[in-house]
C-alpha cells in the first residue's frame, strides 16, 4: 500500500487519498461497468438458457437429440479433433524452432503466424472456395481426380484450420523465449537425444502454457461460424457444424431448437472460460506472456 | 555434438543462423514454414491475385458499385462506432477493475474474456432475442420509437459485445505497471484527481487504448457471424461487407466476393501495421520509464 509515502515537506494534507477518487465516484465508476457488463455480457448469456428452456425440458431435450443435432455435434467434434492437434503440432514446432534458435526473419516469421487474426472469417473460407472451389483454380484439377473439398469436411477442416492456426504458437512462442534454452543445452551435453530433452526438459516447463494454448483453440475451432460457413454448403446431416445447425433451426423459426443447441455452445464457452481463469489464478505469472486473446 | 541433422544441414544456413548444440533447427523450421505456406499464404496469395483477371478498370466497377460502397460503409462505420463505445467503456472496466475492490471482481474478470469464448453465431442470435421489438431491451425501446435489431445500431451493438475484451485486455496490464509515483508527483504538486489522470495517467495508457481500439475496429470490420442475426440485411441500409461477399460467392461471383476481400484485407492489414507501430513506440516508452 501507499503508507511508505512520506516525504518530508511536499507530502499532501491527506496522502491516503493522494491517488484516490472521492467515494461517489468510485461507487458510480463501479456500478456504471457492472451495469455493462451485466448488461453487455450477462443479460444475453442468461437469454440464451432462457430461451433454450422457455417451453420446459421436454422440448430442450428433443431439440438436442435430433438426429440433425447429434450429426452436428459430432460433425464439430470430429472437425475440432483434427484441426486442434493439427495446430498443436505446428505450435511445437514453430515454437522450438523460433525460442531455442537465433536466425534471420524470426520477427517476420511471428507476424507472420499471427496474420489469420486479422483476416475476417468469411475472408478465411473464401480463400479456400477460390482455390478449390468449381470455379477455382484447382478445383477443376481435383475434380478430375474424384477429390472434393469445399462442401466436404476436407474444407470445414482447412478452414477451422485457418481460423485457429495462431492461438497455440502465440501462446508457446513467447512462454518458451522467455525460459531461454540453458536447461536444454545442459540436457544435450549431457548425452540426452533431441526427443529426450524436448519431453523431459522442455514440455514440462511449458505444459501448462500448452494446455491454455489448447484451451483457446479448441473453443474457437469448435465455435466458429463465419470461415465455416462459407465452405460447408450447409448440407443437414452431412456438413454442418454446430453453430450452422443453430443458424438454419434460428432461420426456421425453431427458436427453441436454435437455442438449446446455442446452450450447449454457451456451455462450452463458460467451461472454457472456467478452465481459463483456473489455469490464469493457478500459473498467471507464467502465463502473462500472451493473454490477449 | 556433431549428430546427423547438423552436419548434414547446408552450409549456406550458417550464416543467416547462429550456431547451437540443440538439434532439431530443420526439421521443425521446415514443418513450421511448409505448414504455414499451405495453410495460411498461399490461399492468402491466390486470393490477392484472383481480381487479376479482371484487370484494373474490372476490379474498380466491381468494387465502386453502390452496394458495394455501401456494405463497406455500414462495415467500417458500425466497427468505428462500436470500437469508440467499447474505447470508453473498455477504459472504465479495466481501471475499476485495476484500481478498485468490490465483491465479485474477480467474477466480473473473468466474464471479460467471454464474447472471445462464446461462439460468434450464439452470441447473435442471443443479441438479436434482446433487441427485437418483443425482446427482453426491445419491448422497452418500442415505446421510445427506438428500434435497434434489424437496423444498423443493432450492428452496433453486436460489434460492441465481440469487441470489449480487446480493449479491456489491452489497457489492463499497462494500468496495472503504471508506477504509482507519477500520480502521488501529480497530486503533492497541487494537481487534482481530475488533472492527475488526464495528464499523467491517460498519456501513458494511451498507447494501449489505441491499441485495444484498433484491435477492436479490425475485429468489427471482418465480423460475420454475430452480426448477421441482428442486422436485418438490407442492401444499401444494413448489408456488411463479409455479409456481401457471401451474397457473391452465393452467385459464383469469385472474383467480385474476391475484389471486396481484397479491399478489406488491405484496409486490416494497415490496421495492424499501426498497431504494430504503436506497440514498438509504447515498449520504448515503458523501457525509458523503467
Redesign the interface.
Known sequence: MTDTVAPVTLAPARPRDARSEPLWLKILLIVASLGFIGFMLVLPLVSVFVEALAKGLGPYFAAISDPDALSAIRLTLLVAAIAVPCNLLFGLCAAWAIAKFDFRGKALLITLIDLPFSVSPVISGLIYVLLFGIHGWLGPTLDHYGIKIIFTTSGLVLATIFVTFPFIARELIPLMQEQGSEEEEAAISLGASGLQTFLRVTLPNVAWGLLYGVLLCNARAMGEFGAVSVVSGHVRGLTNTMPLHVEILYNEYDFVGAFAVASLLALLALVTLVIKSLLEWKFGDRLAAGMKH | ?A?T?SSSRPRLSLR???P??????G???G???T??SL??????A??LL?PVELGFEGFWTAISSPRVLASLRISFGCAFIAALINGF?GL??A???V??R?PLK?L?D??????????????G???T??YAPNG??GHFLVPLGIKIAFTPLGIIVAL??IG?PFVV??VQ?VLQDLD?EF??AA???GAT?WQ?FLFVVLPSIAPALLTGFALAF?RG?????SVI?IAGNMPMKSEVA??L??TK?EQ?D?AG??AI?VV??CV??L??LGV?YLQRRFSRHREKLA
Open positions: 555434438m549428430d541433422a543467416w543462423k547462429q547451437s548444440v540443440i538439434p532439431g533447427f526439421i521443425t523450421l514443418f513450421a514454414l505448414y504455414l495453410i495460411v499464404l498461399i490461399p492468402l491466390a486470393l484472383r467503456f472504465m472496466v481501471w475499476v477493475l484500481r478498485y468490490f474477480r466480473v473473468a466474464l471479460v474474456d467471454f464474447p472471445f469464448a462464446l461462439p460468434t453465431a450464439v452470441a442470435i442471443a443479441l432475442g434482446l427482453w431491451i460492441t459485445f470489449l485486455r489491452t496490464p504509482p500520480e502521488d497530486a503533492s504538486l484527481r492527475a479490425a470490420v471482418g465480423e460475420y457471424g442475426f463479409p455479409l461477399i457471401v460467392l459464383y469469385y466476393a474476391a476481400a478489406m484485407l486490416s492489414f490496421i495492424l504494430n
